[in-house]
């Protein structure tokens, strides 16, 4: 799992840095930087490319059953976070707007914005979320 959770993320910070700058040293960890999350996998990574850029991120791997939801409120954190809907449909709560997304979609929610995510259907959603710098 958790070179499936590095791969995806080191393309996803190959984006913002440039899909020319290599990485050249990935160091992986199974866990949680701050606070145990109850996922099915997660992961923090630190990459250096090339340019000597340092990529810091943290890993989710989330499922939302039907009906279900990440939290009673919107929650905010000072990581910038990109989420991605791998299966299912989700409603986006972004700083009180809604945004329907469904497998394949993404949305970067920036620092600090209050947000969850619903799964409105009958069957389980599942999403992989990625917060730089690591929080959780």
Do not use: Q, W
């Not at 590095?6 to 913002?16: D, K, Q, T």
């Not at 299966?87 to 949305?107: P, Q």
């Not at 600090?112 to 959603?125: D, S």
């Amino acid at each position: 799992a958790i070179i499936d959770l590095g791969c995806h993320c080191i393309e996803i910070i190959r984006n913002f840095v440039g899909k020319g700058n290599r990485p050249v040293e990935v160091l992986c960890h199974t866990d949680t930087l701050v606070h145990p999350i109850a996922d099915e996998d997660n992961a923090v990574a630190l990459i250096k490319f090339e340019s000597g850029t340092i990529g810091e991120f943290e890993v989710l791997s989330c499922t939302i059953a039907p009906g279900g939801s990440t939290g009673p409120t919107a929650f905010a954190h000072a990581s910038e976070e990109c989420s991605i809907v791998l299966s299912g449909r989700v409603i986006a709560e972004v700083a009180g707007r809604t945004y329907e997304l469904d497998a394949g979609d993404s949305i970067k929610v920036h620092r600090e914005l209050p947000h969850r995510f619903l799964n409105p259907a009958a069957v389980e959603a599942e999403m992989l979320v990625i917060i730089s710098p690591p929080t959780f």
